[in-house]
């Protein structure tokens, strides 16, 4: 009987919210945003990268003084180049209109600055006359060098293989710091999206004056329950909306969006930091979601109950202060502290865990600190449901409520 209620439970919060039309909209307009954001950037990273391409490969009438000797005369005169017969009025005849462009390459170009000068073509096209004279000194500098192995060394343009290796054996680096980063990310998104439902899901019934009607038939403990898997299941459903445009805009438009190019293939799901990021996902969630109910079954309104989520929520973010520190010093004291803390343990205890840096036995305490802070958080929030729930117009005192037998 118990279990088909608790299945009741589910299956009414989870609907009544998914059918609701602002939730839909809240959930969708970060998408939507999303995806307009995503297609400007792509007309512009396309318009920008067309025009520093014809920037670059145009050829326009200009004249030059080499005083470097680096530029190459055949290469100049490619790309519509002629040597300056009278660099003194070189300037002044740009100016009067009767000379189109002129650059003056000083004797060391890396101590000081390439003088160009040009016609005025509006604020867009004056950048045409800078790309075309730094091109001519890349091109000129590759005809000297004359290798093509050479020239791309003096670029940067090759590639680099790295293996380290941890305990005797080869560690994955990035690969594995990665998948078990998701969780933290996850973590993030299902709290910050369902904090104010989970509010909302003890306040709604106490604000329509229905509590008295529902727990007549209902267990409180079913009930409160049941909001919180339901609570889950609604924060699946817009974490998949969200990741929606992500994924696609990766997978089909990455490089005019300048996503970097990870290679997911080289992921490394190591099972034991997986298991340990999926744990501490699970008891953070149910502690933050224990007390969050709690404070909806004391406060008589949402109004009421924002003053203190605030500084539940701000909890959540605290570690990011100290974040190089659990990166580079991970046994700092305060990093400690943070991980053992239960309101900022998950977040720390995940990002040591994606970086290797939390041992296993204090992974199990803190996995064992979050599922039994996270279950006393929802029997608390139980028993104050209990009371709290037909407070209509005042806050429930806790004394009073802790002093009754539940």
Not at 113 to 122: I, S
Not at 170 to 196: D, E, H, Q, R
């Amino acid at each position: 009987m118990a279990r088909r209620n608790l299945g009741t439970v589910v299956k009414f919060e989870f609907t009544r919210t998914i059918k609701k039309r602002r939730f839909w909209i809240a959930t969708l307009a970060i998408p939507v945003l999303l995806g307009i954001v995503f297609a400007l950037v792509f007309i512009s990273n396309s318009a920008t990268a067309t025009r520093s391409d014809e920037q670059k490969n145009q050829t326009l009438a200009f004249t030059y003084t080499d005083t470097s000797g680096i530029i190459d005369p055949k290469v100049a005169t490619a790309m519509g180049g002629v040597p300056e017969q009278n660099p003194g009025t070189a300037a002044q005849r740009v100016n009067g209109g009767e000379l189109n462009a002129w650059f003056s390459f000083p004797a060391d170009i890396t101590k000081e600055p390439v003088l160009v000068y040009g016609a005025d073509q509006g604020i867009f096209k004056n950048g045409t006359y800078e790309a075309v004279a730094k091109e001519l000194v890349v091109r000129s500098a590759q005809e000297k060098v004359g290798s093509a192995e050479l020239t791309a060394a003096v670029q940067g343009n090759f590639r680099t293989e790295s293996q380290t290796f941890k305990d005797g054996e080869p560690s994955g680096g990035l690969a594995t710091v990665v998948p078990p980063l998701l969780f933290l990310v996850l973590f993030y998104v299902v709290i910050i999206l369902l904090a104010n439902q989970m509010l909302a899901s003890t306040l709604e019934e106490k604000e329509n004056r229905v509590t008295e009607m529902i727990l007549t038939t209902l267990n409180p403990t079913t009930l409160v329950v049941g909001k919180v898997i339901s609570l889950f299941l609604v924060g699946a459903v817009q974490a998949l909306v969200f990741a929606t445009p992500m994924v696609l805009g990766y997978l089909f438009f990455r490089e005019q969006l300048n996503m970097p190019n990870f290679d997911l293939s080289t992921l490394q799901f190591q099972f034991l930091p997986m298991l340990t990021g999926a744990l501490m996902f699970i008891g953070g969630f149910i502690l933050f979601t224990g007390v969050l109910v709690g404070i909806g079954a004391v406060m008589p309104t949402a109004k009421d109950a924002s003053t203190v989520f605030a500084p539940v929520m701000i909890m959540m973010f605290i570690p990011f202060y100290i974040v190089t520190l659990v990166v580079s010093d991970p046994g700092s004291l305060i990093v400690e502290i943070f991980t053992f803390f239960p309101f900022t343990a998950p977040i720390t205890a995940m990002l040591r865990n994606a970086f290797g840096s939390l041992p296993g036995w204090q992974a199990g305490i803190v996995i064992a600190e979050l599922f039994i802070f996270g279950a006393l958080a929802l029997r608390i929030a139980v028993h104050l449901f209990r009371y709290g729930s037909i407070e209509y117009s005042r806050k429930l005192s806790l004394r009073t409520a802790f002093a009754r037998k539940g």
